[in-house]
């Protein structure tokens, strides 16, 4: 039987989730995270994508965020999103109007260093795109 930890999803509009967890997959920006009970601490930047949390009762549920502070110490793991939302409340219409004005952005950037960050962006978004609608 795995350990659990606490684990906290926060955005600016409301607290997601606070409840105890056995596992919780990160879109962390240097490639996915899976945080455990007694994860060394660290703390990381998020790329949009998908949280998978895995509750201690067993149940998996995932969220869409964009972007955002992950803090994971010895007390459990708190996400601080971007944005974020349930899976099952995400609009593919909301990250397509993400996608238009990234586009936007790219277009009028004038500098070559917001035009490779937009650029990111753009294809992280897409990703996850392919990873949400399609799955």
Same mark, same amino acid.
């Given at each position: ?9 926060? %955005? +600016? #509009?409301?607290l997601?989730? %606070?409840? =105890?967890?056995?596992?919780?997959v990160? +879109?962390? !920006? ?8 007694? /994860?060394? +601490?660290?703390?990381? !930047?998020?790329?949009p994508g998908?949280v !998978?949390?895995? %509750?201690?009762a067993?149940q @998996?549920?995932?969220y869409?965020? &964009?972007?955002g &502070? ?5 007390t ?5 999103? #971007? ?5 099952? *409340?995400? %609009?593919?219409?909301d990250? =397509?109007?993400?996608i *238009? @004005?990234?586009?936007? #952005? ?5 500098? /070559? ?10 294809? #992280?978004? @897409? =990703?996850? /795109? ?6």
């Open positions: 039987m795995a350990d659990n930890f606490n684990f906290e999803l926060v %955005s +600016p #509009e409301r997601l989730v %606070s409840e =105890q967890a056995s596992e919780v990160i +879109p962390a !920006t240097e490639g996915e995270m899976t945080v455990m009970a007694r /994860h060394a +601490p660290a703390m990381t !930047t998020l790329k998908v !998978t949390v895995k %509750s201690a067993g @998996t549920v995932k869409v965020v &964009f972007g &502070f992950a803090d994971i110490n010895d459990g793991l708190t996400v601080l999103a #971007e944005s974020a939302v349930p899976v099952a *409340e995400f %609009s593919a219409d990250l =397509q109007a993400r *238009e @004005t990234a586009k936007k #952005e790219l277009a009028s950037a004038e500098d /070559h260093e917001k035009r490779n960050s937009i650029e990111e962006f753009l294809s #992280e978004l @897409t =990703q996850l /795109h392919g990873a949400v609608i399609a799955g």
